[in-house]
T-cell receptor
Framework: GAVVSQHPSWVICKSGTSVKIECRSLDFQATTMFWYRQFPKQSLMLMATSNEGSKATYEQGVEKDKFLINHASLTLSTLTVTSAHPEDSSFYIC?????FGPGTRLTVL | AQSVAQPEDQVNVAEGNPLTVKCTYSVSGNPYLFWYVQYPNRGLQFLLKYITGDNLVKGSYGFEAEFNKSQTSFHLKKPSALVSDSALYFCAVRSWGTYKYIFGTGTRLKVLA
């Protein structure tokens, strides 16, 4: 059945490096995918809407140069956290077709 | 603008007692309303949704929710709480024609043995 997967499920990186998170729709195509961020013990905040074949739409306050989104195919969207810093440590969840991925835990040392 | 409010950061209930987790919403047009549960370091698990029809919606794990249009509420309920129900619960709203969700701030449910 239709599922949204994310890879990796967790990642630890050094400050200043870039990290890429993949979101895939399995058994269905998604022209639009969504990226959410969840701080510890807090709610999910919508970061951006990923649009297949065009630029992502970012929510107010989200740095588009910091969080690069690419939606190159109907089943894959990627979120790249560039020059990551400890404050970027968070739980990132993607969504497509009303389904949610399992999330990616990013820890920046 | 759409918004969802969960007025309680935490709800404590004794095992076997009924539980209620509150949610109110503000949307233009007809709302699509959802409840999700999240266990530590895990993704979201779908519990139930209201799109149209009966105001009382039954979902997974014995949970149900009542849509009240006049009070713009969508409270989550369960007749008899289990310790394993302890988790973080999110109410969310989605507009027709989009898969973009707006989440409430979450309510931590603690069921005491």
């Amino acid at each position: 059945g239709a599922v949204v997967s994310q890879h990796p499920s967790w990642v630890i990186c050094k400050s200043g490096t870039s990290v890429k998170i993949e979101c895939r729709s399995l058994d269905f195509q998604a022209t639009t995918m969504f990226w959410y961020r969840q701080f510890p013990k807090q709610s999910l905040m919508l970061m951006a809407t990923s649009n297949e074949g065009s630029k992502a739409t970012y929510e107010q306050g989200v740095e588009k140069d910091k969080f690069l989104i690419n939606h190159a195919s109907l089943t894959l969207s990627t979120l790249t956290v560039t020059s990551a810093h400890p404050e970027d440590s968070s739980f990132y969840i993607c969504s497509a077709g009303g389904l949610f991925g399992p999330g990616t835990r990013l820890t920046v040392l | 603008a759409q918004s969802v409010a969960q007025p309680e950061d935490q709800v404590n209930v004794a095992e076997g007692n009924p539980l209620t987790v509150k949610c109110t919403y503000s949307v233009s047009g007809n709302p699509y309303l959802f409840w999700y549960v999240q266990y530590p370091n895990r993704g979201l698990q779908f519990l139930l949704k209201y799109i149209t029809g009966d105001n009382l919606v039954k979902g997974s794990y014995g949970f149900e929710a009542e849509f009240n249009k006049s009070q713009t509420s969508f409270h989550l309920k369960k007749p008899s709480a289990l310790v394993s129900d302890s988790a973080l619960y999110f109410c969310a709203v989605r507009s027709w024609g989009t898969y973009k969700y707006i989440f409430g701030t979450g309510t931590r449910l603690k069921v005491l043995a």
